[in-house]
């Protein structure tokens, strides 16, 4: 046994010599880290499940605090829960790590995941799409999508709903056709089959990253799940292609006005920008549209999901929310205004409260290409940080009695108590959330709509000690069962 294992560690020192990583190897040894098997990866990450996933960064995070290393083959990934080292890296390595390269089979070179330089191009073009004023000219739109969505909540009133997320997802697909893709929902008969696409993909995603035998390209090309992969990545992409082709129609038949805020919405935009100039190709367009409608539609439907768990569970804290938006609305039937939305505080403290406790993503990771010193460690060159949100966001140092729902840490006198990095539900730095204020003023109205004119009670989790996770792409409460009762 003994040989076997000296063999095993003889390849590993050989592997990382061979490809120039005897640096990365050397500085890797002060850091530590649980068990890693040669080739292999760490122990403890192998083969574990949606939820045990996340449940083993917490813990590893905990025991190895505040930094430690974890190895996918002779990848090293240091895992920082520092908010100096998430603000540094976040501020000066814009390339992502190797983990975003089995997204580029469902959506290639998007802003998601594309090289910094591509990234950097694209990023510029897009963000005219998500300036205020255009953001502001949506809400109509999330008025009459919410409502539709507590037409049908209203109608489940007194029994027993399970996932949530079912529901709220609809309802943020159905958003997004429209604003960011100028387009009427119901001409897409098929387009909830996006949402099983997406949902099985990000199933197959995190089987790739934490089933280290997928890492192998033969033997992942020759799986069964491979082949699920690509049916479902194709299904995925059925939506985005017929947006494409409504969009493409309408500006070839000149039916957007210059310079309007209907042309600068997303896609229209984009369209513009392929058709007139070589800034973007129409195959990117596409990348760029599935990228938009998978991350602008399950982050939001997880997040609003979540925030009802939560307030089911806090009776109080709903009270206190529904006090605040009948003062601001005047009345259980009022449509909230911009006006309205930037009165609503305590709202939009309980959607802070969620995304710190449910973070859309729970970890993120750049590549560095310069060593960074982070005493008393050198994070090597060529290596990866690996920055787990979920664990800033409820480290006992910052936040006091984490598992604890409660909007009022978010006061502003409490909030500039804490390293800005503390807390990043939208990531950080140049290559943040580029939806960030669309995904906040949306979920705003949805919250707020739904609070107004309906109660909600959990069922299950009874308590916070028992929200448990499962790790799709995007982070969503487990087993959730809630009942909705009319005011």
Same mark, same amino acid.
């Given at each position: 046994?003994?040989?076997?294992?000296?063999?095993?560690?003889?390849?590993?020192?050989?592997?990382?010599?061979?490809?120039?990583?005897?640096?990365?190897?050397?500085?890797?040894?002060?850091?530590?880290?649980?068990?890693?098997?040669?080739?292999?990866?760490?122990?403890?990450?192998?083969?574990?499940?949606?939820?045990?996933?996340?449940?083993?960064?917490?813990?590893?995070?905990?025991? &190895? &605090?505040?930094?430690?290393?974890?190895?996918?083959?002779?990848?090293? &990934?240091?895992?920082?829960?520092?908010?100096?080292?998430?603000?540094?890296?976040?501020?000066?390595?814009? =390339?992502?790590?190797?983990?975003?390269?089995?997204?580029?089979? !469902?959506?290639?070179?998007?802003?998601?995941?594309?090289?910094?330089?591509?990234?950097?191009?694209?990023?510029?073009?897009?963000?005219?799409?998500?300036?205020?004023?255009?953001?502001?000219?949506?809400?109509?739109?999330?008025?009459?999508?919410?409502?539709?969505?507590?037409?049908?909540?209203?109608?489940?009133?007194?029994?027993?709903?399970?996932?949530?997320?079912?529901?709220?997802? /609809?309802?943020?697909?159905?958003?997004?056709?429209?604003?960011?893709?100028?387009?009427?929902?119901?001409?897409? @008969?098929?387009?909830? =089959?996006?949402?099983?696409?997406?949902?099985?993909?990000?199933?197959?995603?995190?089987?790739?990253? &934490?089933?280290?035998?997928?890492?192998?390209?033969?033997?992942?090309?020759?799986?069964?799940?491979? @082949? @699920?992969?690509?049916?479902?990545?194709?299904?995925?992409?059925?939506? $985005? @292609?017929? #947006?494409?082709?409504?969009?493409?129609?309408? !500006?070839?038949?000149?039916?957007?006005?210059?310079?309007?805020?209907?042309?600068?919405?997303?896609?229209?935009?984009?369209?513009?920008?392929?058709?007139?100039?070589?800034?973007?190709? $129409?195959?990117?367009?596409?990348?760029?549209?599935?990228?938009?409608?998978?991350?602008?539609?399950?982050?939001?439907?997880?997040?609003?999901?979540?925030?009802?768990?939560?307030?089911?569970?806090?009776?109080?804290?709903?009270?206190?929310?529904?006090?605040?938006?009948?003062?601001?609305?005047?009345?259980?039937?009022?449509?909230?205004?911009?006006?309205?939305?930037?009165?609503?505080?305590?709202?939009?403290?309980?959607?802070?409260?969620? #995304?710190?406790?449910?973070?859309?993503?729970?970890?993120?990771?750049?590549?560095?290409?310069?060593?960074?010193?982070?005493?008393?460690?050198?994070?090597?060159?060529?290596?990866?940080?690996?920055?787990?949100?979920?664990?800033?966001?409820?480290?006992?140092?910052?936040?006091? =009695?984490?598992?604890?729902? =409660?909007?009022?840490?978010?006061? $502003?006198?409490?909030?500039?108590?804490?390293?800005?990095?503390?807390?990043?539900?939208?990531?950080?730095?140049?290559?943040?959330?580029?939806?960030?204020?669309?995904? #906040?003023?949306?979920?705003?109205?949805?919250?707020?709509?739904?609070?107004?004119?309906?109660?909600?009670?959990?069922?299950?989790?009874?308590?916070?000690?028992?929200?448990?996770?499962?790790?799709?792409?995007?982070?969503?409460?487990?087993?959730? /069962?809630?009942?909705?009762?009319?005011?």
């Amino acid at each position: 046994m003994l040989v076997f294992v000296l063999i095993f560690v003889a390849l590993f020192v050989f592997t990382i010599l061979l490809y120039g990583k005897w640096q990365i190897l050397f500085h890797s040894f002060k850091i530590p880290g649980p068990a890693a098997v040669p080739l292999v990866g760490t122990f403890s990450l192998i083969n574990v499940s949606k939820k045990g996933f996340i449940n083993e960064i917490i813990k590893q995070s905990k025991t &190895y &605090y505040p930094v430690w290393k974890v190895w996918t083959g002779s990848e090293l &990934y240091i895992v920082t829960n520092r908010p100096t080292d998430a603000e540094t890296v976040l501020s000066t390595f814009l =390339d992502k790590s190797n983990i975003y390269k089995n997204f580029d089979e !469902y959506s290639k070179g998007s802003i998601l995941t594309a090289e910094a330089s591509s990234w950097k191009v694209n990023r510029k073009l897009i963000n005219p799409s998500f300036n205020l004023q255009v953001i502001n000219s949506f809400l109509d739109a999330y008025i009459r999508y919410t409502t539709e969505l507590v037409d049908i909540l209203e109608k489940t009133a007194g029994t027993e709903q399970t996932d949530i997320i079912k529901y709220t997802w /609809r309802t943020t697909l159905d958003n997004v056709i429209e604003t960011l893709g100028d387009s009427e929902p119901s001409l897409h @008969k098929n387009r909830y =089959d996006f949402i099983v696409a997406a949902s099985i993909f990000g199933d197959i995603f995190m089987q790739r990253t &934490y089933k280290f035998w997928y890492r192998l390209h033969l033997i992942w090309k020759n799986s069964s799940l491979s @082949k @699920k992969h690509a049916k479902y990545c194709e299904e995925g992409r059925n939506l $985005p @292609k017929n #947006m494409l082709t409504l969009v493409e129609e309408s !500006y070839e038949a000149k039916k957007y006005e210059s310079n309007s805020l209907r042309e600068k919405r997303f896609l229209p935009h984009l369209v513009k920008m392929s058709s007139e100039t070589d800034a973007i190709s $129409p195959g990117q367009v596409l990348e760029e549209t599935v990228t938009m409608l998978h991350a602008g539609t399950e982050s939001t439907a997880a997040t609003i999901a979540a925030a009802l768990v939560f307030l089911g569970i806090n009776p109080e804290i709903q009270d206190e929310l529904y006090d605040e938006i009948i003062s601001v609305l005047g009345s259980t039937t009022k449509n909230p205004t911009l006006e309205d939305l930037n009165r609503l505080e305590f709202t939009e403290r309980v959607l802070k409260e969620t #995304m710190r406790l449910v973070p859309a993503l729970p970890v993120i990771s750049r590549r560095i290409n310069n060593d960074v010193k982070a005493d008393p460690y050198v994070y090597p060159a060529g290596s990866n940080i690996l920055i787990p949100i979920i664990y800033l966001h409820q480290d006992p140092a910052v936040w006091p =009695d984490p598992k604890k729902f =409660d909007p009022d840490r978010f006061l $502003p006198d409490v909030s500039e108590t804490r390293h800005r990095c503390s807390y990043i539900p939208f990531s950080y730095g140049v290559r943040n959330c580029i939806g960030l204020r669309y995904a #906040m003023m949306s979920m705003k109205v949805f919250l707020a709509m739904i609070i107004q004119k309906l109660r909600v009670r959990t069922v299950e989790p009874a308590t916070m000690d028992e929200v448990q996770w499962q790790h799709f792409i995007v982070l969503r409460i487990k087993n959730s /069962r809630v009942v909705f009762e009319k005011r």
